[in-house]
């Protein structure tokens, strides 16, 4: 039986039986192994876009005379004839389609499931912009993602949401339950191809009449598949670098002898991110990235192939539809030279370096790859490299789907890529389709921009000690902005960082040129092009200059110039620049300035980014005009439907300031962008106390809405914070505050190891771990953080037996409040929130400490005055104490997760109790324990950082989550595991090997294994301990102690799943992470914490 969510008429949700909505096939429940679905359905309603777009005069410009007039100069080489026309709109055209489709109703749209490295918030943008198209042009959109934390799974979107493991044998259940005419597979990255590619070839396509839209199967195996790409590209005369396709390690050496030389580039097929491959400089190097990518790729296939290093790497976004005209949207280029993965490399678009004879020919190479890969309608992203010395070029690969540079590439030009191949899936042909943000012109006039956008990668190698920092073809970023730090180098040492691409190149690029490096010896060691060089060099050379002066000597006109454009953030929306003319025209209308969280990064993901849209929503119909100002080009909050208007800003005090200066809001939101703006709110608070602006509209001041900026700070700082808590009888694990070393290992002394030391003002666990001895405590505090009376450390006794608690309450101005959602974590207290496991409603807790928490929740809400969310952390231990961990008084990331299991919006709840609602005047004063389990699981990204041990600890290392719904825990659980794509064996060999910390449930643990028929080995501490208990098992050596050991057992597939704690001591770091690696490299699942393997 499946089950839905009804979305009624007041945004509450109940859970009712599917039959009432959908009548499932007589095969459908005959199936006993049929999983059933909860799924959210909503009454059909219009779509308001009536948002007003105010725009600089940037807008992207489209007139004939801009456009290019020697189309046709390498045109010829192709023998391309088909092109006629386009000197009139900047397209290749050749005739129209009928316009859109009646004889498909339903469509289904394969989302993207959970954030990941190479596939992150950009997917969630496209399959917005796709729903919301689909449903304009009156199609039934269903749509299938395992994602909870992204507003593409909320019931507002498509009309029925599954969010369920993105299976081929589950999602074959909803194509059988929903018969949809079309599945739409281009929205959803890599995730979305590779499953649909899987369901068509069991059948299940043709089983239940479904067609593909918007990439037919052949299309997508041709550019997938590197050897039918290769040969593709062949028929049309263009080439591709020297390679050879490998589908065993020995054919893989065998091409590897043909090229005859090294470096190599290793690419898998059906990979995200260029998962599993990588640059080889040896033999040895050579296979072991073959073996991971014959591991990783969907058909156990690699591309090896000639390496192309140093370069020049460019992309072109492509749109063709069923009429077979094809646009050219935007060209990039990355300024790193080929050998760094695009998704790594900071990027410029329109591409900067290309001549105008080079630009042709790229753009005439795309459209015959287009035709010729067999792209029908849709959106497409190629690939090119191009040898700075002579101009060959060669084409790399071809996406056949929306991509991560579809994103930029939207905001950049204007034009929505999403959208519009969502349209051209269902056969409207271009010119049929208006352009949103110009309102005159159609689709088919290609963008042509006169501005400059520039995206920059973040990267978290923090977050992975032992990996080394160095970029290859395989994707390590995990947001987009640049974090800024100051290093000092020896000139070896940044010789080596201009030459071996890493993530602080850029930075390496400035001390080389503040040392008086020229910009040819720079050109030499990174291959980056000399104009992009010539232009860095001009900023050092204005920043000398600038120190030189004193700001006495400093004139009006000096500042402008230096100032002029320095951040500009280029959208077809609204930038700030410093010259003289603002073009801004705020309103005088009631408003609101929502602060987004910027760039995504571990612990500041998508979660956020979906408060900030259901803000902008909630107050749009309030009555409110919304004012968006963020960073993130791929993000939602961001499009251009979102909110009434956008300013695409870095989210500095400066900034805000201005923004508030020129718009002057009613008030201004700075709990639902996480950390970021959060601790924006007491700069902004002391301006607008200073110079108290009147709001535009006439009602009053400026203000910021919700907790105010004292409040956070007093959840914030611990002194203040501990007051508090003792005020309130608030019981807090024992700790202290230390302002020195000599502090710390006092504290420690007087309440025992194991201690969790942390720094203040942490974003997702940032410096925190867990010591077991004053050696340690030392040498956490020599090189993880300085400590100083400026940068206090805080030291908690770690609660190693206890399980921890997630709380998500709301709060109104009139002193109501109720609890949203208690959460209870699967991993023990320890294990970072963001990174565990967690279930709602509770499992284990007593009624007792329930209300223990309730009551202790309430009462910090109303004693900080929250208004809005809060998000507060418990450990209870085995005793059945409880203790406060912490407290935010702002949106956590758990808050999409628990508003989709309780079936209730907070977010938009959340914004309406700041505009003065009470939460009484939202009817919902009460908390909403559901009948049914919802399991929340982490995504870890451990399989692209080499040489880090995959330990879980209190610093968050997930980049996104999944979720798992059904009335029985265990099977919820399943769901979520099967979601985040651990594949736990049925039986085999289970090797343990628990800490003695944990050894107390290695019993239970192995007689539950027992059951389920799996056979153990333990070395020698483990099995020692089973034996006593008459517990069937092998010893196995540990790997310092001669072979064979349990590494050869892991190489020789003789294991089949781990659990194995950390001991955290030397030995444990000597062996243990070694096999913890060596398991994630062959592929077999790993259990860290006890509490998991319980699960």
């Known amino acids: 039986m499946g089950y839905c969510m009804n979305h009624s008429d007041n945004v509450s949700s109940r859970l009712i039986s599917s039959s009432s909505i959908l009548t499932p096939s007589k095969s459908y429940l005959s199936k006993p192994k049929s999983v059933g679905f909860f799924f959210y359905s909503k009454k059909p309603k219009t779509q ?386 208006p352009n949103d943000i110009t309102k005159k012109t159609p689709a088919s006039f290609e963008p042509s921009i006169d501005y400059v956008v520039t995206k920059i990668p973040r990267f978290a190698f923090e977050k992975f000690p032992g990996s080394e920092p160095i970029l290859t073809t395989q994707m390590k970023s995990v947001g987009e902005s640049m974090a800024v730090k100051e290093l000092d180098w020896d000139w070896e040492q940044l010789r080596y960082s201009l030459r071996v691409p890493n993530p602080d190149r850029i930075h390496a690029i400035y001390a080389a040129m503040k040392r008086g490096m020229k910009v040819d010896d720079i050109h030499e060691l990174s291959y980056i092009d000399k104009w992009f060089l010539t232009q860095l060099k001009e900023l050092v050379d204005v920043e000398q200059y600038l120190l030189a002066q004193s700001l006495s000597h400093l004139t009006k006109d000096d500042f402008y110039e230096v100032k002029r454009r320095e951040f500009e953030a280029n959208t077809p929306y609204m930038y700030s620049s410093y010259d003289f003319e603002c073009e801004s025209a705020p309103t005088q209308r009631k408003k609101v300035l929502i602060l987004g969280g910027g760039p995504n990064r571990i612990g500041q993901g998508i979660e956020f980014d979906y408060c900030c849209c259901h803000t902008s929503f909630a107050l749009q119909k309030a009555g409110y005009e919304t004012i968006m100002m963020n960073s993130n080009p791929e993000t939602v909050s961001t499009d251009y439907d979102t909110s009434d208007r956008l300013y695409f800003e870095p989210l500095t005090v400066e900034d805000v300031l201005n923004i508030i200066d020129l718009e002057r809001p009613d008030g201004i939101i700075v709990q639902f962008g996480g950390q970021t703006p959060l601790k924006l709110a007491l700069p902004i608070q002391h301006y607008l106390d200073k110079y108290k602006p009147l709001c535009a509209s006439g009602t009053g001041y400026v203000s910021i809405w919700g907790t105010s900026p004292d409040s956070i700070d007093a959840a914030e700082d611990r002194e203040r914070f501990n007051a508090i808590l003792k005020e309130l009888e608030i019981e807090q694990p024992k700790g202290g505050i230390a302002k020195s070393e000599a502090d710390a290992l006092a504290i420690a002394a007087d309440i025992g190891y194991p201690v969790v030391v942390r720094p203040s003002y942490v974003l997702g666990g940032r410096g925190m771990e867990i010591v077991y001895s004053d050696d340690k405590l030392v040498t956490y505090l020599e090189n993880a953080v300085k400590v100083d009376p400026e940068r206090p450390v805080l030291v908690d006794k770690y609660l190693s037996d206890a399980i921890e608690i997630d709380v998500d309450a709301l709060a109104d101005s009139h002193g109501n409040v109720v609890i949203g959602g208690i959460m209870e974590h699967i991993e023990q207290a320890g294990v970072h929130s963001g990174d565990s496991a967690c279930m709602l409603p509770t499992k284990t807790v007593s009624s007792s400490c329930l209300e223990t928490i309730r009551s202790w929740t309430t009462k910090l809400a109303k004693r900080l005055n929250v208004c809005g969310l809060m998000n507060c952390q418990y450990a209870i231990t085995a005793s059945g104490e409880v203790f406060l961990l912490e407290a935010n008084p702002r949106a956590s990331r758990t808050v999409p997760f628990v508003s989709k299991a309780i079936g209730q919006p907070l977010a938009k709840y959340a914004s309406l109790v700041m505009s003065g609602k009470s939460l009484h005047d939202l009817c919902f004063t009460k908390e909403v324990i559901p009948q049914h389990v919802s399991v929340k699981e982490a995504v870890l990204p451990f399989e692209k950082f080499q040489g880090c041990d995959v330990f879980l600890g209190p610093e968050m290392r997930s980049t996104g989550e999944v979720m798992g719904i059904d009335f029985v825990f265990a099977i919820a659980f399943a769901k979520a595991q099967i979601a985040a794509g651990q594949k736990l064996p049925l039986s085999g060999t289970v090797f343990l090997s628990l800490n003695d910390l944990t050894k107390p449930q290695l019993a239970t643990i192995a007689q539950a294994f027992l059951g389920l028929g799996f056979r153990i080995v333990s070395t020698s501490g483990t099995a020692h301990v089973l034996e006593l208990e008459g517990i069937p098992v092998e010893r196995v050596l540990k790997m310092h102690e001669g072979r064979p050991h349990a590494g050869d057992m892991i190489a020789n597939g003789q294991i089949q799943l781990m659990v194995i704690t950390s001991s955290g001591d030397t030995l444990d770091q000597k062996d243990g992470r070694k096999l913890r690696r060596m398991a994630l490299s062959y592929k077999i699942p790993i259990i860290t914490t006890v509490a998991w393997s319980f699960g």
Not at 102 to 129: H, M, N, R, W
Not at 153 to 158: M, S, V
Not at 246 to 252: H, N, R
Request: hydrophobic fraction near 40%; proline fraction near 5%; aromatic fraction near 4%.
């Open 48 to 433: 308001s876009s009536s948002s007003s777009l105010n725009l600089r005069s940037w807008l992207p410009l489209l007139p004939p005379t801009v456009l290019r007039n020697q189309v046709n100069l390498v045109r010829s080489e192709l023998g391309i004839s088909a092109t006629n026309n386009d000197s009139t709109n900047g397209g290749v055209f050749n005739k129209q389609t009928a316009g859109k489709r009646t004889d498909i109703k339903k469509i289904l749209i394969l989302g993207a499931g959970p954030i990941v490295i190479g596939q992150a918030c950009e997917f969630d943008y496209s399959g917005t912009q796709a729903c919301k198209a689909l449903k304009e042009e009156g199609y039934e959109v269903v749509l299938i993602n395992s994602n909870p934390a992204t507003i593409m799974t909320d019931p507002e979107l498509a009309d029925r949401t599954y969010i369920t493991p993105m299976t081929p044998e589950l999602v074959e259940q909803v194509l059988e339950q929903e018969r949809p005419d079309a599945l739409l597979p281009t929205m959803g990255g890599q995730t979305a191809l590779n499953l649909a590619v899987a369901l068509a070839e069991r059948g299940a396509l043709e089983k239940y009449g479904v067609e593909l839209i918007g990439a037919k199967l052949d299309a997508i195996k041709k550019a997938e598949d590197r050897d039918l790409f290769k040969q593709a590209m062949k028929n049309i005369g263009i080439k591709t670098p020297p390679s050879g396709i490998g589908t065993t390690l020995d054919e893989c050496i065998g091409i590897a002898n043909s090229i005859g030389e090294f470096p190599l580039i290793i690419r898998p097929a059906f990979t995200l991110g260029g998962t599993g491959g990588g640059i080889a400089y040896n033999i040895e190097e050579f296979e072991s990235i073959c073996k991971s990518g014959l591991a990783a790729s969907l058909t156990t296939q690699v591309l090896v192939e000639k390496s192309l290093l140093g370069w020049k790497e460019y992309e072109l976004e492509v749109m063709r539809d069923l009429a077979d005209n094809v646009v050219i949207i935007c060209s990039i280029e990355n300024i790193d030279a080929m050998g760094v993965h695009t998704g790594d490399s900071i990027t410029v678009a329109p591409a900067q370096t290309l001549t105008d004879k080079e630009y042709q020919r790229l753009r005439d190479y795309s459209i015959a790859i287009i035709r010729e890969i067999g792209v029908e309608c849709g959106g497409s992203n190629v690939q090119f490299a191009v040898n700075p010395k002579d101009g060959e070029v060669m084409v790399i690969e071809m996406n056949p789907r929306v991509s991560r540079s579809s994103a930029l590439a939207s905001k950049a030009t204007g034009f929505p890529i999403a959208k519009m191949a969502a349209k051209l899936s269902v056969g409207y042909s271009l010119d049929q389709i």
